[in-house]
């Protein structure tokens, strides 16, 4: 029978210490308060573990390693930004370790962690606001970060994005200017992204003198959930003739339940998604959306990334463009 091998895990468990601690020893002990490093010591002794080419966390990689994390696995928009990002990789000899929080700020703190005891060359983070301990750990490590998907100001850090706000302002302003007066807002988990969207929406309303109206489940999006919401709106919401939606998957779940509603669309209700995602333009009206450019931001961060890796000075912010996908849920003015 094969003898069941120490893991780095164990010994951290044993050690009272992160993963990340256990790495940081292995690799440069001198690192280590003298106290933990002792303790470490201790339990490597006790156990008789002996780093070897199986325990791929303690030792170099032939391969080096860009680290990704995302909110969800089951939230489409991110397909295409790892495309985006594996097209540089690939390319360049990388591979990429890819890790979901869950919309969690205190598990997406241990993920960093974890990655980080990977030894990884530089991380790549969907999110620009992070937990007090998430923080440290990144103003830590010496590898090159980047965020993506918003804009942010980090200092060292990497950012390449979009502008939620203004892209909310500006698929809001639309449907005002095309004679919308009772324009919904349908959010998802209220994450950092869709609660920017949400104040460019306001802030159109607010500027029009239009009131504003905010129905979110809180919860991971998903079409069902899309056609719950409208159900729910339908009855709650009076004189509604508009929906802005943070994503795609709400807005097709919003107009599969106009449909068995017999509301005819856009002419009663206009219906604006967010992202362009391809089940918005295969959908029957299609579906009028925000195009977010989510390869290009995964290409463009890790272009950027991987030159700093290489010692190179780099631009710091890259914001691209977002632009309306003409469909059929609503005809611009």
Do not use: W
Request: net charge negative; aromatic share 6%; proline share 4%.
């Amino acid at each position: 029978m094969k003898k069941q091998r120490i893991t780095l895990n164990d010994i951290a468990i044993l050690a009272g210490v992160t993963k990340m601690t256990v790495s940081r020893f292995l690799r440069t002990p001198e690192k280590v308060k003298a106290e933990t490093a002792e303790r470490i010591a201790s339990v490597i002794k006790e156990v008789g573990f002996e780093p070897d080419s199986d325990n791929p966390q303690i030792t170099s990689q032939s391969i080096p390693r860009v680290g990704v994390l995302i909110p969800s696995f089951n939230n489409q928009i991110f397909s295409e930004l790892l495309a985006g990002i594996e097209s540089v990789t690939e390319a360049q000899g990388y591979q990429t370790l890819v890790v979901t929080y869950d919309y969690s700020l205190q598990k997406e703190e241990e993920q960093i962690a974890a990655l980080l005891a990977f030894n990884i060359k530089a991380l790549i983070l969907t999110d620009t606001a992070h937990s007090l301990r998430a923080e440290k750990y990144l103003q830590a490590t010496k590898i090159p970060i980047a965020e993506v998907m918003g804009i942010a100001a980090q200092p060292e850090r990497i950012n390449v994005g979009f502008d939620n706000i203004r892209a909310g302002f500006e698929a809001t302003q639309a449907l005002i200017e095309a004679g919308r007066r009772h324009i919904a807002y349908f959010g998802s988990m209220s994450d950092l992204r869709d609660q920017q969207r949400y104040q460019g929406y306001c802030d159109a309303l607010n500027a029009a003198g239009l009131s504003t109206t905010h129905v979110s489940p809180k919860k991971v999006s998903s079409i069902e959930t899309g056609a719950t919401m409208m159900q729910e709106a339908l009855h709650n919401v009076p004189n509604l003739d508009a929906i802005f939606c943070t994503n795609d998957d709400l807005a097709i779940g919003v107009l599969r339940a106009c449909q068995a509603a017999n509301i005819d669309i856009p002419q009663q209700i206009a219906i604006v998604g967010f992202h362009g995602l391809e089940i918005g333009q295969i959908t029957t009206p299609r579906l009028t959306s925000i195009k977010t450019p989510r390869y290009e931001v995964g290409k463009q961060a890790t272009e950027l990334l991987l030159r700093r890796v290489e010692g190179h000075d780099t631009v710091s912010q890259v914001i691209l463009e977002t632009y309306f996908l003409v469909g059929d849920t609503f005809l611009l003015p």
